[in-house]
T-cell receptor, first 113, second 113 residues
């Protein structure tokens, strides 16, 4: 499984754009990059997934450079309710041996007024 | 569609006892994965079951075991509980594979005294 590295914590003010970068130097050809969000005492919630270039949905954007050794989750105009832990994961969801998600410790985002 | 459900939500046990946790996946989902979350180690993968077979396993001792039934419901068992087993145990389900994301339940919080 590819190892990921992301900042332990980040702070932001309401209304700002937040970019969280994740490094995954050993990403394999068939690996996808997935981001999850977790609030205290709840299970993680899927945010976005991508393979290369840029992916956008109603919640966030995911930027993946050509070498795929890193990715950046972009949250536009954050609000207080975006305070959570964000996990970057890399893995092959099509693997016949299963799909083990290594969450690591994630990035704890604190949004303040 | 109902989400992933886990029972019980909270549990207190003493050292040396054993515990069984239950997870009901989203209807139609055949893959169930289990995770342990602690403040010190973060969110760690335990194992994944698909069609009643364990197809992936994390790095946990044999005291941690699981099974899946024909209706895709899954149970996780921890024998000879240790204080360090106190954690939030999360279950996640997905249909099969093919870039499908996992949907997490609310978790079972286990306290070992």
């Amino acid at each position: 499984l590819a190892k990921t590295t992301q900042p332990i914590s980040m702070d932001s003010y309401e209304g700002q754009e937040v970019n969280i970068t994740c490094s995954h130097n050993n990403i394999a050809t068939n690996d996808y990059i997935t981001w999850y969000q977790q609030f205290p005492s709840q299970g993680p919630r899927f945010i976005i997934q991508g393979y290369k270039t840029k992916v956008t949905n109603e919640v966030a954007s995911l930027f993946i450079p050509a070498d795929r050794k890193s990715s950046t989750l972009s949250l536009p105009r954050v609000s207080l309710s975006d305070t959570a832990v964000y996990y970057c994961l890399v893995g092959d969801p099509n693997s016949n041996s299963g799909y083990a998600l290594n969450f690591g410790k994630g990035t704890s985002l604190l949004v303040t007024p | 569609k109902a989400g992933v459900t886990q029972t019980p939500r909270y549990l207190i046990k003493t050292r040396g006892q054993q515990v069984t946790l239950s997870c009901s996946p989203i209807s139609g989902h055949r893959s169930v994965s289990w995770y342990q979350q602690t403040p010190g180690q973060g969110l760690q993968f335990l194992f994944e079951y698909f069609s009643e077979t364990q197809r992936n396993k994390g790095n946990f001792p044999g005291r941690f075991s699981g099974r899946q039934f024909s209706n895709s419901r899954s149970e996780m068992n921890v024998s000879t509980l240790e204080l360090g087993d106190s954690a939030l145990y999360l279950c996640a389900s997905r249909r099969t594979g093919a870039q499908e994301t996992q949907y997490f339940g609310p978790g079972t919080r286990l306290l070992v005294l």
